[in-house]
């Protein structure tokens, strides 16, 4: 079952800040027994016991009854600290739609984001220029975030690529697949499209040809197979439960497999005017979950190995209150890091050398977490030796 990790980023470039997470209570008179559920809803140690939008069941109603159910809230903090970026000679990615990007070198290894960025800089300009095709930058007027989201999902999918070891041509193909994966969604009316209250069964089914429209308009302006097959697959699900055609594992396209990946990620973590994203942790753990069922495990894992969740050196403060500073992540567990206490739950300073490995110790969470220390090479603290954390891959 995928829980709270009880923490977010900021993915908007050049921000500096924390997110605080707070689980809390909720009244009994926002759920109805065998009604869909307002909010995700957790339990008291953080576990999610039923996603929005699911029907509400016996079991959680009798816990909500109980004030054992709790839902999250956010309260978003600006910071003053430096912050941590990509320097980039050039000036394309300070225009339109690179701009836009949200995914930076706090969330992103940064040699990843060196190497896909320029990629995608490409497969973008060379969108506009296509004969008898109105060029990509056409959706920002249409749908500003279908277009924004877009944008991130191709950096995503080239990342993940680009750990995957495709070849330079080959991520050409995965980046523009991935900028036009939802071009269908131009066909389909507005007020399905950005509907802020559950789609009807009839709405969802208009929703669900906009893989098939895309595919259609595309072939008819002469796009190669590696790109309409992302545009047609990218909502097929590993075990056979997707749409529109139902396929399942290697029957799925491999460019499609990752755009599906990426495409749920970033769609989980983005706010929406009737929802708060995600904490990316949240996601990733529910990504996890359904590799084997939903998503390519081979994805899943390459996803797991592009993002830096817990950033060396960033400080954070746990569920018990007290404050570290992180100084190992596990590759094979990269959502509990090992941390070095340096403040106890009022705030004063620890003496000696207190380490907790959240690998070891599961009823401690992360609350939030900060990176204005992200970026310093060395902090005033005793070393520790790596041996006693190995980090396996």
Not at 42 to 54: A, M, R
Not at 337 to 358: C, F, M, N, T, Y
Not at 364 to 381: C, M, Q
Request: aromatic share 8%; charged share 25%.
């Amino acid at each position: 079952m995928p829980y709270l990790l009880g923490m977010a980023l900021c993915f908007r470039k050049g921000v500096n800040g924390a997110l605080k997470l707070q689980i809390v209570p909720i009244q009994v008179d926002t759920v109805l027994l065998g009604k869909p559920s307002p909010f995700d809803l957790f339990d008291q140690g953080g576990y999610l016991l039923l996603e929005k939008g699911e029907a509400v069941t016996a079991q959680v109603y009798e816990l909500a009854r109980q004030r054992e159910i709790y839902v999250v809230s956010y309260e978003w903090t600006e910071l003053a600290g430096r912050k941590q970026s990509v320097d980039f000679k050039d000036d394309q990615f300070q225009k339109a739609p690179l701009k836009h990007i949200r995914y930076n070198s706090h969330f992103i290894r940064i040699d990843y984001l060196k190497q896909a960025l320029p990629i995608l800089a490409r497969s973008l300009r060379d969108l506009e220029k296509c004969h008898g095709f109105p060029g990509f930058s056409w959706l920002d007027n249409h749908d500003r975030y279908t277009y924004i989201h877009s944008v991130n999902v191709a950096l995503l999918a080239t990342i993940i690529g680009i750990h995957m070891g495709y070849e330079i041509e080959e991520l050409s193909y995965l980046a523009s697949g991935a900028v036009l994966h939802d071009w269908g969604k131009l066909l389909v009316p507005r007020e399905i499209l950005h509907k802020p209250s559950a789609l009807s069964p009839e709405e969802f089914q208009v929703i669900k040809r906009h893989p098939i429209r895309g595919e259609q308009v595309l072939r008819d302006a002469g796009w190669p197979d590696e790109v309409l097959r992302v545009v047609r697959e990218h909502h097929e699900r590993w075990g056979g439960q997707g749409y529109p055609d139902g396929l399942r594992a290697d029957g799925i396209h491999p460019n499609a497999q990752i755009v599906a990946v990426a495409d749920v990620f970033d769609a989980l973590t983005e706010d929406r005017p009737y929802k708060v994203g995600l904490s990316p942790y949240h996601a990733l753990e529910m990504i996890l979950n359904g590799s084997g069922s939903s998503y390519a495990p081979e994805v899943v894992r390459a996803l797991r190995s592009c993002v830096l969740l817990y950033p060396e050196h960033s400080t954070v403060t746990l569920s018990s209150g007290e404050t570290g500073v992180v100084i190992a992540l596990a590759a094979e567990l990269p959502t509990r890091p090992v941390v070095r206490i340096i403040a106890d739950r009022q705030g004063r300073p620890v003496r000696g050398e207190k380490i907790i490995d959240l690998r070891k110790n599961r009823t401690l969470t992360v609350n939030s977490i900060t990176f204005d220390r992200a970026e310093l090479p060395n902090l005033s603290r005793p070393e520790f030796d790596r041996r006693e954390f190995p980090m396996g891959g």
